[in-house]
């Protein structure tokens, strides 16, 4: 069967615009790193890269909210142990007080600094981050505490999905560190209350009761501590595994839409070749054909 001229001119045609289609694509993927940059170029590719992106996403949110609990709980731990310093405080000098030999103008003295040390116990126990009230519970746009130690929020916990399906509260019941249950417990604020009224009133007795009731009250508080420690320490896990959810998703998105660089400078450098032999190999034909014509 006869080769037409028509024939080879189309066929060096063909050759030369597949060749320049892939030198196209290899020089926009040299460019950009790309394998995919429309849906077209790889459709399945393209669809798994949006549910990798949907999951990047959920692990971007989840890292914000572990990192913003963090934030508060580490906001919470430097007041409950500035709390702690002042319950402890006021322990020391109802420890002095209970031996009875403190003179009026002393036990006057010594309760003034116990009404200072009441008011700061109520400014940490009102401590904000951002426009939260953080030892309110979800009561959180008000304050928990009035001046004097009654408790204004709710008693409950905020709680956030730490990892998908699992839940963790975040906040500390600082209610219960301070006051009790309600029916077991000290009640911190009362108890400064007193020891203030029992130092004004020289009543040795209520002195005495001091004792216990502020070293309980500190013990109670310590105790919150620990636990907003270990609370703080979840939440830590929680956000390494989330990072390294985050990454692998990020992996995975690179494998579906991203080219190796070496590889891609050799299928530029490939695709170039190609060019050059299609481009040669056209122009052989035209020439093979224009002398066909003039012989």
């Given amino acids: 069967m006869r080769i037409t001229e028509k024939a080879i001119y189309g066929a060096a045609q063909t050759s030369t615009a597949l060749a320049r289609e892939r030198m196209e694509r290899a020089t926009a993927e040299a460019g950009t790193g790309l394998r995919v940059r429309s849906p077209g170029d790889d459709p399945v590719a393209a669809s798994m890269e949006v549910r990798v992106r949907a999951e990047q996403s959920a692990h971007n949110s989840s890292i914000q909210v572990l990192d913003d609990s963090t934030a508060e709980l580490e906001v919470a731990d430097g007041s409950l142990g500035g709390i702690a310093d002042a319950l402890q405080r006021a322990y020391e000098l ?4 209970a031996n009875g030999v403190l003179a009026a103008s002393e ?19 009102n401590v904000k981050v951002g426009d939260r009230y953080i030892f309110g519970g979800t009561g959180d746009t008000s304050q928990p505490f009035s001046d004097v130690g009654a408790f204004l929020g709710q008693r409950d916990t905020r709680q956030v999905e730490i ?5 963790q509260p975040v906040s500390v019941r600082l209610d219960l560190a301070l006051k009790g249950n309600g029916t077991a417990g000290e009640d911190a604020f009362k108890a400064l209350t ?41 939440i830590s896990m929680a956000r390494s595994a989330a990072e390294t959810a985050l990454m692998a998703a990020t992996e995975r998105k690179s494998k579906l839409t991203e080219v190796d660089a070496f590889q891609a400078a050799t299928n530029l450098s490939m695709a170039q070749r190609a060019m050059e032999a299609a481009i040669s190999a056209s122009a052989q034909s035209f020439k093979f054909t224009l002398l066909n014509k003039l012989g």
């Fill in 94 to 97: 109802s420890v002095q007080a």
């Fill in 107 to 125: 036990r006057e003295h010594v309760a003034l600094e116990v009404e200072g040390l009441m008011h700061q116990v109520v400014t940490l126990s």
């Fill in 163 to 167: 990892y998908p399906g699992i839940v």
């Fill in 194 to 234: 007193d020891f203030a009224a029992g130092l004004r009133a020289n009543d040795q007795t209520q002195l005495l009761a001091s004792v216990g009731s502020l070293g309980r009250s500190v013990d109670q508080v310590q105790s919150s501590r620990v636990e907003a420690g270990t609370t703080h320490n979840m």
